[in-house]
């Protein structure tokens, strides 16, 4: 048997073991209920943390209305010639990128007075007039999640006030509705205005036809964005008050620090063992 593997089995012997855990018995109580302690505390100090979390389900997910018309505004306008870019563009994904986007998130705090709310209690008026900072804190609040093989969007936002993380979340939904359909108001008007000056243009009379199919077309989906309130996203499982804190409770995070503790003593034990039987 070579010198190493006897030092091993001399480490890993029961005699060297119990003698080591004798001289360092104390140590086995102390460690573990130290590190509970203090496992305990950063999570007490830590402050507690509520999730509120809403499912959202994409209206172009769904199908029908303004996500068939604009297959059928893309095919009738290459009938015509012309190009408008319907149904080439995920409306769905755009909305996401958007709530994480910092023109939206900036009105978005403004509108609401978030600022005192999202910055520590200490902060100075001049720090409350830039806004820049609460974007950077609820960027680290808000987490967007969209699984596209469902088709179902997921907002999740923590803070320490429980109902104004769920009122948060119900406003947000609102606001990026509003948005969207705001976006795609001007985008409809735009083409009728477009559409409206060509047909004037042009002296073809198939094709003055097919111009005049997509401004009704086009007059259809400004009806149906200004009649859709759920534009973008149509809320499934609306934002409540959660009733637990985010995360482990003081309790777990005490017993995983008794389980490091007792982890560390047996790791130092054995290098006691070994040191010992080493001189």
Do not use: C
């Not at 939206?104 to 806004?131: C, K, S, W």
């Not at 309130?229 to 309790?251: K, M, N, R």
């Amino acid at each position: 048997m070579t010198t190493s593997n006897q030092n091993l089995l001399v480490i890993f012997s029961t005699s060297a073991f119990v003698q080591s855990w004798r001289t360092l018995r104390w140590w086995w109580f102390a460690v573990p209920l130290v590190m509970a302690l203090l496992f305990a505390s950063g999570k007490w100090l830590s402050g507690v943390e509520y999730e509120a979390k809403t499912i959202l389900a994409p209206s172009e997910e769904r199908g029908g209305g303004l996500a068939d018309m604009s297959a059928g505004l893309a095919g009738l306008a290459g009938l015509a010639g012309f190009e408008l870019g319907g149904g080439k563009i995920n409306d769905t994904q755009m909305a996401v990128e958007v709530i994480k986007s910092r023109n939206f998130l900036y009105g978005f705090i403004e509108r609401h007075n978030m600022m005192p709310h999202l910055l520590d209690q200490d902060a100075t008026a001049a720090e409350l007039n830039q806004v820049w900072r609460g974007y950077n804190e609820m960027r680290k609040r808000l987490v967007t999640e969209y699984d596209r093989s469902k088709g179902i969007v997921t907002l999740r936002l923590t803070h320490p006030d429980r109902e104004l993380a769920a009122a948060w979340l119900r406003a947000l939904v609102k606001d990026i509705n509003v948005h969207m359909r705001e976006r795609e108001r001007d985008r409809v008007n735009q083409q009728i205005t477009y559409l409206n000056a060509k047909a004037e243009e042009i002296q073809q009379a198939d094709v003055r036809e097919s111009l005049y199919r997509l401004l009704q077309e086009q007059y259809n989906r400004a009806m149906l964005v200004e009649v859709n309130d759920d534009y973008v996203f149509e809320t499934i499982d609306p934002a409540i008050p959660p009733h637990q804190p985010a995360g482990f409770s003081a309790l777990v995070w005490s017993l995983i620090g008794v389980l490091f503790g007792l982890f560390t003593m047996v790791v130092v034990t054995l290098l006691r063992s070994y040191v010992r039987s080493n001189p």
